[in-house]
């Protein structure tokens, strides 16, 4: 256990490592943020920041000497990092898990090979590759980057008929995976919090709805085509947990498909559809991943109200005038200058 006025690390400086060091505070941990930007918003509410590269192993290594655990609210740290890291530093969740997480083949096949439903894929690195997988597995589809997509970055839509030539060009050689686009009627994510002794706690599951690629709105709670699969989706995302050995909180994304819950991605970390849990959750994901990583006991995961809705202030910080409503909290980043699509913010309202 890390005894209160220990440190945690956290490596990232976005509002997820700004979330989950309030929630450190709360609990009476340090936190000390590692990023490369110049201003972190993780860093305003830290004790203490490292600006430093992902590849600046001696800026690591001190990071790393002054903390007692670190964690992770950016996955794509990269591989050299990790691997340093490692052997300076307890890692909660651990680099296992952030190399399957980083690699959408090789999150695809992990939970493939524990009975998951995926989409159909296919690796993709030239336009002969395409060309076959579109013979393959049909179109529609989706072509993506295989590292570093994040809220609908990286990727391409492809109709019947496109051609792979062109479409392979706009990739710029970055190694791809062609999916089969699943027909859904929602989706949905599963949020699971993990000790180190393997005890697990679920949150309850919310409806997603994403514009342009983002996620836009969190809803619980969800509709019934959602409710019919969480039980599968949940069992899934248990077994990954304890496959990974994970310790802290762990997000599995869903689409609700005409057979049951098609699997996604994954993210070793707390979600944006987990910001609903500050106000609409017994414990917030903040809280339980700190607890995880920290050696201390999870807590209640239940809702407290009958509905909660989150929606993020994407490329605004207009919600003060939500806040007419008293059933409605707002979080602001403080990122600055709003450019669109960028996540500055969110609400969440919750209905007793
Ligand atoms: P991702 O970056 O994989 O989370 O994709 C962003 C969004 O694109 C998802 O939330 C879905 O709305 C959509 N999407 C991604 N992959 C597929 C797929 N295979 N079939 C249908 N929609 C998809």
Redesign the pocket.
Known sequence: MIAPGGTIGILGGGQLGRMMAIAAAQLGYRTHVYAPEENPCGGDVAAEVTRGEWTDNAALGRFADAVDVATFEFENVDAGALAYLAEHVRLSPPARALEVAQD?LAEKRFVADLGGRT?PFAPVDSPDDLARAMADIGAP??L?TVRF????KG?IRIADGDDPAAIWAEMNGAPSIY????D?AA?FSVIVARTAEGATRVYPVPE?R?ED?I?AHSLLPPPDVVTRQSDEAIALAETVAAKLDYVGVLTL?F?AGPDGPVF??MAPRVHNSGHWTIEGAATSQFENHIRAICGLPLGATRMTGTRVEMHNLLGNIEGHAALSDPDVHLHLYGKGEPRPGRKMGHVTRVIV
Do not use: P
């Open positions: 959408r989409a589809g989706i993506k997509g994040y809220d609908g990727q999916e089969g686009f699943v859904f989706e997603n994403h690629g996620l994304e689409f996604n991605e």
